[in-house]
């Protein structure tokens, strides 16, 4: 098979990426190794996705926003960083007028349904659900890229785009170096019902020994995310739903009474990922591909959304001036913007993780330290604030 542009993976980023070349004139084939119920009815999995301004924007310009039922976004209006039993918190408020929230928390099958939705009938796409990636060529100058289906079957592009998620074996194929960090760790992620009221406010608490957060959803729901030792975090996800939602309130010190689960659990062992290159011959990454975040920070899915309009924009252009779309010069604009995007975010967040989950004592004064500065720097809240709302 031979087309323009071949995506492996029909995650949110892939399937993003496919619907911002639509204009594009390119004969595009999406591949993507889950079958087709996958892509189009994706199941719940725990993630709810904090989006920021930036990110709905892209969305709506895709089409996917409006495909969202609104009542599964929910508004996120401040937030709230605090440290074992210390009474400091960080504290984000949002601002007034279009600003008058953080970002919006949609969970993350509702996106990925909904950019489905925006791309299955694309002309010029060529969406293929059962088409596993085994092994890839990136094509040297001249030469096309190729991708070897499980099946047998060679897809060839001018363009290759790898979005097949943080442990990508396409990556790995093409020759590309990642540092690849398991941490030992993994997040249970379950929805639950509360009696209090969250106030829209989502809550990180680097406790002694375990991370929590509370994610604000519609009505007196949140969805309840734990960080433990990666054995413990199975263990606790294996309780049944009422020791669960008692174990919950529990850890939460009962802040927002008590707890109920209402949805399945679910289990992710925490890797961090960066790619040393997001660009090599005819290929380019996005998504989890190109850099795996840590999802404390809530960046994963925005990176990956700013990375493959980036470069969507960077391929649209030389398509309009007649050029290959794979040309050097054009995959290097998005390699070199998008790794600026990227670097600061992924290091700070990794700092972050660090001096939040070592349990010695200096780094424990340390992060008690960094609270009560940060909650009295002038420009700590309005740098986070607008980050967020840009
Ligand atoms: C618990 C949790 C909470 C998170 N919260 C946030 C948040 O609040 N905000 C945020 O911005 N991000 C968040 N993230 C990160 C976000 O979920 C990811 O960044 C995002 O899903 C990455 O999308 P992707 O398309 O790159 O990869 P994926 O979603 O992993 O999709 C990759 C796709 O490629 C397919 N594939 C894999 N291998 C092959 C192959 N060989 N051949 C064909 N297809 C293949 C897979 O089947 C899959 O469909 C969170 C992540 C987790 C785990």
Redesign the pocket.
């Known amino acids: 098979m031979d087309c323009d542009v071949v995506i492996?993976?029909?995650?949110?980023?892939?399937l993003a990426f496919a619907r911002s070349l639509e204009d594009s004139g390119l004969r595009i084939v999406l591949?993507?190794?889950?079958p087709l119920a996958a892509l189009a009815t994706p199941r719940f999995d725990?993630?709810?996705?904090?989006?920021t301004h930036g990110s709905k924007r892209i969305l709506e310009q895709l089409g996917a926003w409006a495909r969202i039922p609104a009542e599964e976004i929910a508004p996120m209006r401040a937030a709230k960083v605090v440290n074992g039993d210390s009474p400091f918190s960080l504290n984000f408020t949002a601002g007034e007028g279009e600003a008058d929230r953080l970002g919006w928390l949609v969970p993350?099958h509702r996106i990925r349904a909904a950019l489905y939705e925006a791309v299955k009938d694309q002309p010029g796409l060529c969406l293929v659900p059962g088409?596993?990636?085994?092994h890839a060529r990136s094509g040297a100058t001249g030469a096309r890229a190729e991708v070897l289906l499980s099946s047998g079957e060679v897809v060839r592009a001018k363009l290759l785009v790898v979005?097949?998620?943080r442990l990508s074996?396409?990556r790995e194929a093409l020759g590309i170096d990642a540092d690849v960090n398991p941490l030992g760790r993994s997040?249970m992620?379950v929805r639950v019902r509360h009696e209090l009221p969250h106030g829209a406010t989502a809550l990180e608490w680097f406790d002694h020994r375990q991370t929590l957060a509370l994610l604000p959803l519609n009505g007196n729901m949140a969805g309840a995310?734990l960080t433990l030792p990666e054995e413990a975090a199975r263990r606790v996800a294996a309780f049944d739903d009422a020791s669960l939602g008692r174990d919950l309130t529990r850890r939460f010190r009962q802040r927002l009474g008590r707890m109920e689960v209402v949805s399945d659990r679910n289990v992710?062992p925490l890797v961090t990922t960066w790619a040393h290159q997001f660009v090599s011959g005819r290929a380019a990454l996005i998504?989890?591909?190109a850099v795996g975040?840590h999802?404390v920070t809530?960046?994963?899915?925005?990176l990956?959304l700013g990375g493959q309009a980036l470069l969507a924009a960077e391929v649209l252009e030389a398509v309009r001036r007649g050029m290959d779309p794979a040309l050097p010069a054009v995959l290097r604009r998005f390699e070199s913007g998008h790794r600026a995007a990227c670097k600061p975010l992924y290091t700070g967040t990794n700092l972050l993780v660090r001096l939040f989950t070592d349990e010695r004592l200096p780094a424990r004064a340390m992060r008690h330290a960094v609270l009560r500065l940060g909650a009295g720097l002038p420009f700590v809240r309005p740098t986070v604030r607008a980050m967020l709302t840009h």
């Open positions: 492996v993976g029909g995650g949110p980023a892939g591949l993507e190794r889950a725990g993630r709810e996705i904090a989006l993350n088409a596993e990636v085994v979005a097949d998620s074996k396409t997040m992620v995310v992710y998504g989890d591909a975040m999802p809530a960046h994963g899915f925005n990956g």
